[in-house]
């Protein structure tokens, strides 16, 4: 459920971002800033939420979008629109606004993550356990009842 919650927010963050550096410096469509937006939204929950943010935390997965969006941009820019200065401004500013709302998504997710550790611990110290421990003690007797007492 929060996956889609995260997706979500991810993606009225790059329309948000995509609409500000890309519409601002040169006259794109509704249909490029959506296409921008789906393909980093995508890609960026792929490669920053699911991989480098549990292994290498929120600073490197808010460089990883900040890169990824630059490029995708830039790379995708080139391939549509003609100007390579205005594509240069709208990428870096387009990069810039989704690392400021990746920031606050990278800290939801490791607070959300936190919270469904904390209870799947909880749930397994208090729930059954699938691998029976037993406890085995050994020992002699060391008070023992004299036999010849009853043969009497």
């Not at 991810?10 to 921008?36: E, M, N, R, Y």
């Not at 549990?54 to 549509?80: E, K, Q």
């Not at 356990?129 to 007797?141: L, M, N, V």
């Amino acid at each position: 459920m929060n996956h889609i919650l995260f997706l979500i927010i991810k993606f009225f963050g790059c329309v948000v971002a995509f609409t500000i550096g890309l519409d601002l410096f040169f006259p794109a469509t509704v249909t490029d800033i959506l296409s921008f937006s789906i393909l980093v939204t995508v890609v960026s929950y792929v490669v920053g939420e699911r991989i480098i943010l549990p292994r290498f935390g929120p600073a490197a997965a808010t460089i990883a979008d900040f890169l990824l969006a630059y490029m995708s941009v830039w790379i995708f820019g080139n391939i549509l629109l003609n100007n390579y200065l205005q594509i240069a401004w709208g990428s870096i500013l387009s990069a810039a606004v989704i690392a400021i709302v990746e920031s606050f998504v990278h800290r939801y997710a490791l607070l959300y993550d936190e919270t469904n550790r904390a209870k799947e611990r909880e749930k397994r110290r208090t729930g059954y356990i699938r691998t029976p421990e037993y406890g085995t003690e050994f020992s002699e007797e060391t008070d023992l009842p004299d036999k010849n007492r009853f043969d009497e």
